[in-house]
């Protein structure tokens, strides 16, 4: 159940019941694509940082270890020994990142495995039985992400199969969690509009596929080269046509101001690498900007990461010393700029629900975004 607890313009604080516990939106999904996060950031660390949902990736556990051994282990929360809500994708975004690796067919698509190069097929009903078989929480359906830019011809192709595939994708599920022994027969699916930047597309995929009535609905394939705010308009014109009373997801998005952006025209969920690779790649999020730690400026640099933060490595630990680590290639340093990268996301959208909740917060958006076009680096 979506339940809408405040509303502050078009940003909307709610309330997502699901059977692996309650999702305060706007939320932040932390990405585990193979079941952890990379950088070394435990389940433990994931649960001191207030995360709700984790994401991992169907097709990269398809591969490896494959969705079967996931389903004997107790599937994959158990496998990973997370007890919240879980969101997998649903291999279609394969389609667009392994471009070279597959042929695309009306009963799915043809992969070569990036691992080892041996056959895979993926089609809407073999996505919902991998999903199916991990026990996710929330499954996604089977669609593909059309490259930017795109004809129209192909585009519109494409939104027409994947609406075709959508159908699909709700028929097996319904029918994997009517079967006994389905980890979770409580499963739910979220649809995905596409369309690219074309917005006649959009709008009429949006309202092809709200007339399904699924548990929630996602905005695929932006993000993907087209400009901020080319995105921003897309949503202005297409999340209009969603449900109002289904829970709004934008799916790889993405920096802090694109999630105060989006916020304001309705979404409530998120998910994107930037915090885990950027952290990896020793840039940090702050309350005023990103900062690059290894600018020898930090070098001798006593403050923690970020002073307004009260993340675990902000309490303890200097800018000086993290960026010794990384500097060493030290794990550590790894492990602390990924863990304080996802508990900045995590507060901002705290501070994001506790602002719609006060009615404060187009104020609290202009603020944070000029924090962080002012903010050091």
């Not at 649960?47 to 591969?63: D, F, G, S």
């Not at 997801?249 to 998910?271: C, H, K, S």
């Not at 307004?308 to 990384?326: F, G, I, N, Q, W």
């Amino acid at each position: 159940m979506y339940k809408v607890l405040y509303r502050d313009g078009l940003a909307k604080s709610a309330i997502f019941e699901t059977v692996h516990g309650k999702i305060e939106t706007p939320v932040f999904m932390n990405v585990g694509t193979v079941g952890a996060i990379k950088g070394g950031v435990s389940v433990p660390d994931l649960e001191q940082i207030k995360t709700q949902v984790v994401l991992c990736n169907t097709y990269h556990l398809h591969v490896r270890p494959g969705d079967e051994l996931v389903k004997d282990m107790g599937g994959i929360r158990k496998f990973m020994t997370w007890d919240g809500p879980v969101l997998t994708d649903s291999g279609g975004f394969q389609v667009f990142s392994l471009a070279s690796l597959r042929k695309i067919r009306e009963e799915g698509v043809y992969f070569n495995s990036h691992i080892d190069g041996r056959k895979i097929f993926m089609g809407p009903e073999e996505s919902m039985r991998i999903q199916s078989n991990l026990g996710s929480t929330i499954a996604m359906a089977f669609d593909e992400c059309v490259p930017y830019p795109s004809s129209y011809e192909y585009t519109k192709a494409s939104v027409e199969r994947t609406t075709r595939w959508l159908v699909r994708c709700k028929e097996e599920m319904k029918r994997l969690n009517s079967l006994e022994g389905t980890i979770n027969p409580h499963q739910m699916l979220f649809g995905i509009n596409q369309g690219m930047t074309f917005k006649d597309l959009r709008i009429e995929h949006a309202k092809r596929i709200s007339e399904l009535d699924l548990d929630g609905y996602a905005l695929g394939g932006l993000a993907v080269g087209e400009s901020h705010e080319l995105m921003y308009d897309v949503l202005d014109e297409t999340v209009p046509y969603l449900p109002k009373d289904k829970p709004v997801y934008l799916m790889g998005v993405g920096t802090p101001e694109n999630i105060l952006e989006a916020v304001a025209r309705g979404v409530d969920f998120f998910d994107c690498v930037y915090p885990s690779r950027n952290g990896r790649h020793g840039h940090a999020y702050t309350s005023k900007g990103k900062l690059n730690l290894l600018n020898a400026k930090f070098e001798r640099d006593d403050r923690p990461i970020d002073e307004e933060c009260d993340c675990p490595v902000c309490k303890r630990y200097s800018r000086s010393y993290v960026r010794h680590l990384l500097k060493a290639k030290e794990t550590l340093g790894l492990r602390f700029m990924v863990t304080h990268n996802l508990c900045f996301y995590n507060h901002l959208m705290e501070q994001i629900r506790e602002a719609i909740k006060e009615g404060r917060f187009d104020e609290f958006r202009r603020q944070k975004e000029e924090d962080f076009r002012n903010g050091e680096s």
